[in-house]
């Protein structure tokens, strides 16, 4: 068994497709319209692209946005990825406009950092080592 899809919901495909493209670097694996405006919009790792998809998924369902707002209050991210240097990353995204919302911080281990993402989430990045 394997983790094929996971999927993050987003307020506006279209923005969190250039989000997640444009800013931090995934490609787009799959875009079929669904009618009604979805789509079924999925971006890959350009370092695995046969990898795990992440689906840009629509918060339209009543549930979602106050799951959304209360995760945010909270501070808790709706997704982690992996990158190799947590500093460069954050240092590379601030340049291209993204906000943290915790900078690096270093658990022993593992060093993570946390971004809004725009679309209504925080999204955690972290190393290990």
Known sequence: MRINITSVFVDDQE?????????????TKHDVPLGGGARWLTVVS????DGTE???????HPAVRPYKEALVADGIPAASFAVS????????????????TQP???MGDVTMAVFDDTCGNLIQIAAQG
């Open 15 to 27: 923005k969190a497709h250039r989000f997640y493209t444009e800013k931090l670097g995934f490609v």
């Open 85 to 100: 240097d947590v500093e460069a990353e954050v240092e590379r995204l601030t340049g291209l406009g993204v906000r943290f």
């Open 54 to 60: 992440l689906l840009l998924e629509p918060d339209a």
């Open 104 to 106: 690096p911080l270093n």
């Open 46 to 49: 350009p370092e695995q692209p």
